[in-house]
């Protein structure tokens, strides 16, 4: 895989779209779930706008993440900050591996239980929801680490492109 000086203004476009499209897909879930048991207990749903902002929301993240990383895999990353000691290294590196396949994993999750109603399937969707907060905090904790602490001006990496 290429290394890149920096990130490209696609990959940098699609990290900070990803990250929009997260907020409502965690605040407005009350209607699809509510929707979800009234399906499994046989009762009719109607049409809402939070239940389509639910689906077509994580849909669009799911393609969002497929095409981040069909990019990366062509353009590649650029290697991490030189002051960057290398256990800080390892984690920051594991906690991007997790967050690419937790936001596969929960899209897919949540269309095997919505429209496959695979049971299994929705309660990993929900048992995702803790893990990706946990992620995110770390991500954006190790990123003010590196501008508060180390002073590298990483967040830099991710606005522009380079
Ligand atoms: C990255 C994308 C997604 C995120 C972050 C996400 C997040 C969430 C969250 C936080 C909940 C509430 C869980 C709870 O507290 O019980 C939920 C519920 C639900 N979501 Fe998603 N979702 C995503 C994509 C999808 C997609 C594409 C579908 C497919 C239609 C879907 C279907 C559902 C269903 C059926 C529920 C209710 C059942 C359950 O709680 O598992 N989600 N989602
Ligand atoms: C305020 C919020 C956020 C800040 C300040 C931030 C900052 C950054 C920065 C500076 C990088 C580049 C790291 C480097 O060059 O080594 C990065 C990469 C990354 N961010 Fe964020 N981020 C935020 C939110 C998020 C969210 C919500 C997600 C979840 C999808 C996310 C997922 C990622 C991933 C997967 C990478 C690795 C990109 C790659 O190398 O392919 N970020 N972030």
């Given at each position: 895989m290429p290394t890149p000086k920096g990130y490209s203004l696609g990959q940098i476009r699609l990290h900070w779209i990803v990250a929009l499209l997260l907020v409502p897909q965690f605040i407005l879930h009350d209607t699809i779930k509510a929707d979800f048991i009234a399906i499994g207990k046989g009762e009719a749903i109607s049409f809402s706008p939070l239940l389509a902002a639910h689906i077509f929301g994580g849909i669009a993240l799911l393609l969002l993440m497929i095409w981040r990383l069909a990019l990366r895999a062509r353009r590649g990353a650029p290697r991490?900050?030189?002051?960057?000691p290398a256990a800080l290294q390892a984690v920051a590196k594991a906690v991007h591996v997790a967050l690419y396949a937790i936001l596969l994993l929960l899209p897919l999750s949540g269309l095997f239980a919505w429209f496959g109603h695979v049971n299994a399937a929705a309660q990993f969707h929900e048992l995702m929801k803790l893990p990706l907060l946990a992620l995110v905090g770390l991500h954006v904790l190790g990123a003010l680490y590196h501008q508060?602490?180390?002073?590298?001006?990483?967040i830099e990496r991710m606005k522009r492109a380079g």
């Open positions: 991490p900050p030189a002051d960057e508060f602490v180390l002073k590298n001006g990483l």
